[in-house]
């Protein structure tokens, strides 16, 4: 069978180093693909930038004429601009294996304010929350005034995973507000913002893969949003991550089913919405009960690097199985190793950087995997091309051996003004 998988990041890295191990997978295409894509599959570039409405038709076609068998979309923003319900609308391409919402299952990240509407119709629970946009700002400074602090600001759409901002003060959170509603901080993706309360607790990841009707509970992950070390400035898309959490026990995840997982997939259906792909639901552990921070509606990156590693079955088994409803009939394997990365970044990322400096030692043998985030070729030379540019992912029989395969590979590879933290999985040690 022929595969494409859409998107650029550490996370299709993954999922192509995981699916070229299928003995059901013939050739492999990643569009566009980095560096590290092309050592496994043949890049090819349908779209320039975010994969948007415009470039459906040249995707659609492409699978056609590769006669692809298997769509697997890495990122959210072709899934919220509505590639599924494409692929859906054309009869040469409705029968082709696709995960991925449709655009309706996709605002679940699509919107913040649609994903507290859903969590409190479904009674799922969550912070209490309130939306405003531009004309509703001095409401919205007066809510701000009743609220004990912290106070979690939120960009209502997509936001690259930075549209998150956690304010100290009361005017912090107003100056705040004023920013993303009438200076447009965040673009059309802070058109609206939801004002929500503070969840003090520790924090986590959990991944589903449905079919809508089935699911299957894919391992937890922990990543680490800030850029500095022990959590410390602006948010990133994420500088490492590890899994299994130790605090995630039987018990709260016992929890995580019955009141989050289970009504989230009924009521998608309750709603009429054929889901069929993963749900990555951010959680908050306080005091041993979960509530949801957020809904993504994809594999998330960098927590995909540590979770696709300890899938020990074919994944493209469990991916058909999902398009086809079947994936109760499915067999999930997870193995019982411990796996970490390191997010590997640019100087001066989240905000500006250069792209272009020419990476060194990625031929060097190392225990660890190293999936390609931000890279370009040119010739024979690896260049940055993004923020973030690796994750060094290792795995080991405890966190230690894990962490230490990390850093290893990390101290491998160089780069004019690279950065990493190094105090990756270092809060769980104690736990």
Known sequence: MNILILGSGGREHALAWKIRQSTQCDTLYVSPGNAGTATL??????????????????VGDFVVDKKIGLVVAGPEAPL???????????????????????????????????????MQKYHIPTA??????????????????TLPLPI????????????????????????????????????????????????KGIELSVFVLTDGLH??????????????????????????????????????????????????????????????????IGLMNVKGDPYVIEYNVRLGDPEAEVI???????????????AQQQLDQAPLA??????TTVVMVSEGYPDHYEKGKIIEGLD?????????????SDTDTVLTNGGRVLAVTGMGDSLEEALQKSYEGVSRIHWEGLYFRRDIGKDLQAL
């Open 152 to 199: 979690v600001l939120k960009a209502d759409g997509l936001a690259a995973g930075k549209g998150v901002i956690i304010s100290e003060t009361h005017q912090e959170a107003r100056e705040t507000l004023e920013s993303m509603l009438v200076g447009e901080k965040f673009g059309k993706a802070s058109e609206k913002v939801v004002i929500e309360d503070y969840l």
């Open 308 to 322: 696709i590693p300890r899938i020990e079955n074919d994944l493209v088994s469990l991916l058909l199985a999902t």
């Open 41 to 58: 599959a043949t890049n090819v570039t349908l779209f320039e930038g975010d994969l948007n409405p415009a470039a459906f038709e040249q």
């Open 364 to 376: 060097q043998k190392s225990q660890a995997l190293v999936f390609h985030a931000g890279t370009r």
């Open 215 to 280: 699911y299957k509970l894919l391992p937890e992950a922990k990543d680490y949003k800030r850029i500095g070390e022990k959590d410390t400035g602006p948010n990133t898309g994420g500088m490492g991550a590890v899994t299994p959490v130790p605090f995630a026990s039987q018990a709260f995840m016992q929890k995580v089913k019955d009141t989050i997982i289970e009504p989230t997939i009924a009521g998608l259906s309750r709603e009429g919405i054929d889901y069929r792909g993963f749900i990555f």
């Open 80 to 118: 919220v601009a509505g590639i599924r319900d494409y692929f859906d609308s054309r009869s040469d391409l409705r029968s082709i294996a696709f995960i991925g919402p449709s655009q309706a299952g996709a605002m679940l990240e699509g919107s913040k304010d649609y994903a507290k509407a859903f």
């Open 334 to 339: 997870i193995s019982s190793k411990t796996a």
């Open 128 to 145: 209490q929350s309130k939306t405003f946009n531009k004309a509703q700002l001095q409401e919205g400074i007066r809510y701000i005034d």
